[in-house]
Each structure stands twice: as C-alpha cells, then as structure tokens.
C-alpha cells in the first residue's frame, strides 16, 4: 500500500522559510516522479512544483519560481520543498504526490494527508 506523509508545515510569518518534507512507502520510489500541490482557503488544488525520478526535470509553479525549491533524496525515500520567503498568499494545505510527469498538468496517482502552512503578516 502506498503512503506518502507530509511532515514540517506550521505558523510563520511572512519572510520566512519552512521545509516540507514527504516520506513515501510502498512503492519504488526513485523510479517514480513526484510534486507538491496546495489547497489555500476557498480555491481548488493547484501545482506548486514536481520533480523526475532522476532530479534531472524539475518544473515550477510561476508563483513560487525562484523562492521554492523540490529536491529528494532516493536513499531516504523523500521528497522536500524548501520554501523561502513566504507571503501570505502561500497559506494552503500542501499535499505530496505520485505524479505521472513533472508537468502542472499531470496525472496524479496517489496523495499524502496534507499539511498545514500558515503564514502571517
């Protein structure tokens, strides 16, 4: 059975940084793409980055281009998101994912729970 758990989210304030960690098991991780997406308040899921199973292709969302950073370690089974300086607009429930490609509109396989990010001004 596949679980991917998200971990290291919390309350910040603007200008900060958080990393968000995603600890899969159940499958062959390091053959397998991944990403994060997030849920602010009042809107739907959207893409916020994805990574191949190599760390070669990495795609952003434009909103977090250049402050946000994926990156996994395929020893540990994990993928991050470094996320530096945070506005308020990236308050969201963030969730890990199995995607199918790195692109925004990929086919998502399975989701983590989410985790919480806050961030205030």
């Known amino acids: 059975q596949v679980q991917l758990v998200e971990s290291g989210g919390g309350l910040v304030q603007a200008g900060s940084s958080l990393r968000l960690s995603c600890a899969a098991s159940?499958?062959?991780?390091?053959?397998?793409?991944m990403g994060w997406f997030r849920r602010a308040p009042g809107k739907e899921r959207e893409f916020v980055a994805a990574?191949?199973?190599?760390?070669?292709?990495?795609n952003y969302a434009d909103s977090v281009k250049s402050r946000f950073t994926i990156s996994r370690d395929n020893t540990k089974n994990t993928v991050y998101l470094q996320m530096n300086h945070l506005k308020p607009e990236d308050t969201a429930v963030y969730y890990c994912?199995?995607?199918?490609?790195?692109?925004?509109?990929?086919?998502?396989?399975?989701w983590g729970q989410g985790t919480q990010v806050t961030v205030s001004s």
């Open positions: 994912a199995r995607t199918s490609n790195t692109k925004a509109t990929t086919y998502v396989y399975y």
């Open positions: 159940g499958l062959t991780f390091s053959g397998n793409n």
């Open positions: 990574i191949g199973w190599s760390a070669v292709t990495i």
